[in-house]
């Protein structure tokens, strides 16, 4: 087993093989059911099988999935992600995550004619070469042009702007630091203005990496509500609710050269998906399914706050109610938040002890009240173990 979804780095009872999912439940191939707060680490924005997507699928499958060229789908898709995405003019179509974004790399080395890339120390983009430094069977050479800054550190930023000098080709960024094994960011304000004011100075490009946060904050991109339009952007997971299909979106100005770069998959034009994400994508706008996601999520991390607090355990509660996270302060070696998960696994509430967690439309207070029957008791467990 390999990447993210070996369970072997987690606590015990975690599965590893799944059997299937309806809503916002899940079973494994043992039959344990559990409430879902990982949504297959994301893409399930709507639930698990949910009847819209199915039916869409279903459809298209009928007449063909892949074919000598793109169906119809391809065409209603872009009209509809241009329509709704602020920033995005053009659309381009590919299936994975790491696809999506090293094709926004490419697009805007073509576009500028350079090389160097800004990225977030810590922030994941996939695994690209070009973001995947010192890891193992990556060549020194495959990162030398990659400059990495701080997330929300002006100071660290205005350095790697110094050291890219004129060779600057984008800036890479996520919506809020999301990493791995922290507390989850809010972006600053002032941090994205100045992003994007650099990349206007310096006529490069402002990559907004939306493989996470898509679909789950605002329907018009997650930078929307601050004000700040990225000029390329990239989305994977939600988009087609779990069916695989990711998004590269453009403004005006880069169009010529993503028309320019080599982009081409065997089955990156394959219709099903791109109807899944149509069905998608009118049923998480017509459900009003950001605002369901944030309520229960704020159900949750509210109940997770009074539970914590009435055991006299210090916690973090991070990260928007749609994609929260908890920690437990001063946890190094990660003992309490592993205590803590692998009980609420027990209990039949899947969450992540170090990664954060995913809500879905189809959470229902029901769920959370469910859930935050099992998380009292894992708290009760931890204070057992090791004290308040
Ligand atoms: N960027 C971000 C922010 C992600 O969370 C992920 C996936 N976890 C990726 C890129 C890569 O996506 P994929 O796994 O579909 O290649």
């Known amino acids: 087993m390999y990447g993210h979804k070996n369970v072997a780095d987690l606590p015990p009872g975690y599965p590893q093989f799944f059997s299937h999912g309806r809503g916002s439940h899940l079973w494994d191939v043992d039959g344990n059911e559990y409430i879902d707060f990982m949504c297959s680490w994301g893409p399930l924005v709507l639930g698990h099988h ?21 169906t119809a789908r391809m065409v209603e898709l ?20 790491t696809d999506a974004m090293t094709l926004c790399v490419t697009v805007a080395r073509a576009a ?11 922030s994941y983009h996939g695994i690209g070469a070009w973001s995947s430094a010192d890891l193992p069977g990556i060549p020194a050479e495959d990162t030398s042009n990659t400059i990495y800054f701080e997330y929300n550190d002006l100071k660290s930023f205005a350095a790697a702007v110094g050291e890219a000098g004129s060779d600057l080709a984008a800036v890479v ?33 402002l990559i907004l990496d939306e493989i996470r946060c898509g679909m789950r904050i605002d329907l018009a991109g997650s930078w929307e509500p601050i004000g700040v339009r990225p000029d390329l952007s990239a989305w994977s997971k939600a988009v087609a609710n779990g069916h695989p299909l990711a998004v590269v979106l453009g403004s005006d100005s880069f169009r010529d050269a993503a028309q320019r770069v080599r ?81 609420c696994v027990a209990r039949g509430v899947y969450l992540h002890p170090f990664h954060n ?9 029901k769920d959370i009240d469910q859930a935050l029957e099992a998380t009292n008791e894992a708290f009760a467990d931890v204070a057992r173990r090791y004290g308040t």
């Open 50 to 70: 949910h009847p819209k997507v199915d039916e869409a699928v279903k459809t298209q499958m009928i007449r063909g999935d892949v074919f000598n060229g793109p």
């Open 78 to 97: 872009a009209e509809l992600l241009v329509d709704s995405v602020a920033h995005a003019d053009w659309s381009m179509f590919c299936k994975n995550g």
């Open 112 to 122: 500028t004619g350079r090389r160097k890339l800004l990225i977030a120390r810590g």
């Open 173 to 205: 960024v996520t919506p809020f630091r999301h990493d791995i094994r922290r507390d989850l960011e809010p972006i600053d304000l002032s941090f994205a203005q100045e992003l994007r004011r650099t990349c206007d100075r310096a006529g490069a490009s």
């Open 263 to 343: 982009a081409t998959g065997s089955f990156w034009l394959a219709g099903a998906p791109m109807a899944a994400a149509i069905a998608t994508w009118r049923e998480v706008r017509e459900a009003d399914a950001i605002v369901r996601m944030a309520a229960a999520g704020g159900r949750l991390q509210a109940g997770l706050t009074a539970q914590a607090h009435d055991h006299g355990l210090k916690v973090t509660i991070s990260g928007p109610p749609q994609i929260p996270f908890m920690s437990f302060v001063g946890d190094i070696d990660r003992a309490r938040a592993d205590c803590w998960t692998s009980a």
């Open 357 to 365: 967690w995913f809500l879905s439309a189809a959470h229902t207070d």
